[in-house]
């Protein structure tokens, strides 16, 4: 299971903990969180400190010495986001001295690739480090659920053209229809919607539902209509035609 960091502090509001935040950007709180304005703030009020960043240049090693040290005497530090965030050898360091109290690490720089793999870290020495090599995707459970959930998408993008949580292609989530469904993939460029448009009203086709989401460099067009297979399929033979389509359908 994955927990956001808002979502995170909402729980931990209503479990009677006091919840401090910093981020780059402000962001609306969740619960009675409070935002710091700096990361030294946050370090050196919090009892508990819960890293929830991405992985980039901006991140690498964003909790080294020099934080650690800002930390309370006897405070937790607990990484779940990614494995470069924390300097290692400076969190044993800080572990070694008693400066912290404890750890829980879910993510390492170097992670085994699989179950039978050995794991080694510095932090194994550590009677007071709870580690957990980012096995939440791992077991048996996590990759049946995958397993089902991934077939699913894919089914649902098959019978019914939704594409939600894709990766690189615009995310359209989409209701059952009775009728007719064409699919219409296109470079993002001005002046497609308005072709289709043309299409179906020349050929006096009444547009029951239509749904656009983009990309940077990809439309996703979905337009119900009301209309037979044969003035459909013509439809689709026009789209086809459209200047910079990548791919257009007849779903049903």
């Not at 937790?76 to 400066?99: E, F, M, Q, W």
């Amino acid at each position: 299971m994955v927990i956001s960091a808002r979502s995170w502090g909402f729980w931990l509001n209503r479990w009677g903990c006091t919840v401090y935040f910093y981020d780059i950007e402000s962001k609306l709180p969740l619960g009675n969180a409070t935002q710091v304005q700096h990361l030294s703030d946050l370090l050196n009020m919090s009892d508990v400190v819960s890293l929830h960043v991405p992985e980039n240049a901006s991140t690498k090693n964003m909790i080294g010495a020099e934080e650690l040290a800002l930390m309370k005497p006897g405070a937790l530090l607990i990484n779940a986001s990614r494995g470069t965030v924390v300097d290692i050898p400076a969190l044993c360091d800080a572990l070694a001295s008693k400066h912290l109290a404890g750890a829980a690490i879910d993510v390492f720089p170097t992670e085994p690739a699989t179950n039978s793999d050995p794991f080694n870290s510095p932090l194994c020495e550590f009677d007071n480090v709870i580690l957990t090599p980012h096995i939440g995707g791992s077991t048996q459970e996590a990759q049946e659920n995958i397993g089902l959930e991934v077939a699913g998408k894919l089914a649902k993008y098959s019978d019914n053209g939704s594409t939600l949580s894709a990766v690189n292609f615009p995310e359209v989530s989409l209701p059952l229809h009775g009728g007719r469904r064409l699919l219409h993939i296109h470079e993002n460029r001005p002046g497609v919607l308005t072709a289709l448009n043309q299409i179906f009203a020349a050929q006096g086709i009444n547009i029951a539902a239509q749904y656009l989401q983009t990309t940077p460099q990809m439309g996703y067009v979905v337009i119900d209509i009301e209309a037979e297979e044969d003035v459909a399929q013509a439809a689709l033979q026009a789209m086809k035609a459209i200047p910079g389509t990548i791919r257009a359908r007849l779903l049903f």
